[in-house]
């Protein structure tokens, strides 16, 4: 079965940078699409950042300029970094993957199979 575990969260001054970690385990050896999203209490989940396996990525609109996601092949653990951040930024952070082989990994249409439990962000002064 596979699991995604999240790591990072926590409070991060206005300005500050935050990194988190997601790590899968499980028969899937290397997923081809990994992403994280974030939500709000009271809004709907959105799609932040997607890696695919060949290492491209796209970031939404809210971090462009300001954001970097990778994996680390070797353990497979997907890092996002979101550099000067604002309390926009506050959010559940969720990691995803899914299973099957996908040439691109959009922000829309992707179908995730896979979710982490999430980890909470706080931006503050």
């Known amino acids: 079965q596979v699991q995604l575990v999240e790591s990072g969260g926590g409070s991060v001054q206005i300005g500050g940078s935050l990194r988190l970690s997601c790590v899968p385990s499980?028969?899937?050896?290397?997923?081809?699409?990994m992403a994280w999203f974030r939500q709000v209490a009271g809004k709907q989940r959105e799609a932040v950042a997607t890696?695919?396996?060949?290492?491209?990525?796209i970031g939404a609109a809210s971090i462009q300029g300001r954001f970097r996601v990778w994996r680390d092949f070797g353990t497979n653990t997907l890092y996002l970094q979101i550099d000067k951040v604002t309390p926009e930024d506050t959010a559940t952070y969720y990691c995803?993957?899914?299973?099957?082989?996908?040439?691109?990994?959009?922000?829309?249409?992707?179908?995730?199979?896979?979710w982490g439990q999430g980890t909470q962000v706080t931006v503050s002064s």
């Open positions: 995803a993957a899914n299973a099957n082989w996908v040439q691109y990994c959009p922000l829309q249409g992707t179908i995730w199979d896979y």
């Open positions: 499980g028969p899937i050896n290397r997923h081809p699409c």
């Open positions: 890696h695919h396996m060949d290492n491209s990525q």
